[in-house]
């Protein structure tokens, strides 16, 4: 049996801890301190780091945890990643023995060019690809790029977990909404947030269909989301302009 535990880190990063029996692996430790906490008062062992991108916020831990625990770290290798023992790539298959889990690479460039997600059955480590209710910041690559990594995410099964790295859930619903002001599922999803929030419990994991039910920028076909662009002055309606109109307005709103 596998859990998967968010340990809180930074101001609003989670570190992903994955543990099965006295193993564990974790996923951008971007701070070393609470995971050495977390797994000395569970007494586990760490096997592996998983780094889904260069981000200080995502890998600064690293060097510290590797020395307590000299375990490999898997991700995609980078002139401005020393970290990087095992390098991944598009199609790769990484399996973790200890956690009798395996996962698939997939290459999703857009946020930044050496972002990668970890795919196992009806879980996603994609770091900071796709928030709740939002998606990443376009710090390399194109707009292209991070739209097509956001359509190959949405396009895993439904019921896939979606853990991503940040708290931001309850920072983009209100763009989400102002997209799609009469969308009830953005309604219900704002209610719900602002539940867990006060109640200081997480937004993440969500599951995909509750992105694509919610999150704009995986609903550019949405005829109330081309309205509202539209009404903003947009002219082309394709998919990709569509994207790139929300992706400037949200770096604004
Ligand atoms: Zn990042």
Redo the contacts with the bound molecule.
Sequence with gaps: MLNITGIPALQDNYIWLLQHEHHAVVVDPGEAAPVLDYLQAHSLQLDAILC????H??IDGIEELRGVYNVPVHGRRHPKNPHITHDLREGDRLRIEELDLEFDIIEVPG??DD?IAFIAPQTLFC??VMFGGGC??N?EGTLTQLHLSLQRLAALPTDTLVYC?HEYTSYNLPFALACEPTNPDIQQRITETKDLRVANQPTVPFTIALEKSTNPFIRCTSPELIQTLQNRGLVDTSELAIFTALREWRDRF
Excluded at 52 to 55: D, G, N, S, V
């Design positions: 889904t991108h260069r981000h916020d995502h946020h930044l972002h770091g900071d990443g910041k710090f790295a």
